[in-house]
């Protein structure tokens, strides 16, 4: 059964950190690409950052040089880490395939709050 579980989320203050995890379980990291997706209040859900099966990694402009995502194919687990963060940075943050897509998680909540 595939399932995927994101944990990570909090509340944190601008400029902070945080790393998000997310655990596959029903199919190998390595045969699919990952993506991290998130959905702010009121907006679409929005691609934020790729990697690939060989490890290439894109980013959307808004976060490029401030996230990083990797992933550990032992653990199956796809990685994001969020550094220097920014309130607009706030959503709800999911992972998923590239393609196809599966079933959504539950996500997590990312809040950048004084």
């Known amino acids: 059964q595939v399932q995927l579980v994101e944990s990570g989320g909090g509340l944190v203050q601008p400029g902070g950190s945080l790393r998000l995890s997310c655990v596959v379980s029903?199919?190998?990291?390595?045969?699919?690409?990952m993506a991290w997706y998130r959905q702010a209040p009121g907006k679409q859900r929005a691609l934020v950052a790729t990697i690939g099966t060989w490890d290439i990694t894109q980013y959307s402009d808004s976060v490029k040089d401030r996230f990083t995502t990797s992933r550990d194919t032992a653990k199956n687990t796809v990685y994001l880490q969020m550094n220097s963060l920014k309130p607009e940075d706030t959503a709800v943050y999911y992972c998923?395939?590239?393609?196809?897509?599966?079933?959504w998680g539950q996500g997590t909540q990312v809040t950048v709050s004084p």
């Open positions: 998923n395939r590239v393609f196809p897509l599966v079933g």
């Open positions: 029903g199919f190998s990291l390595k045969d699919y690409a």
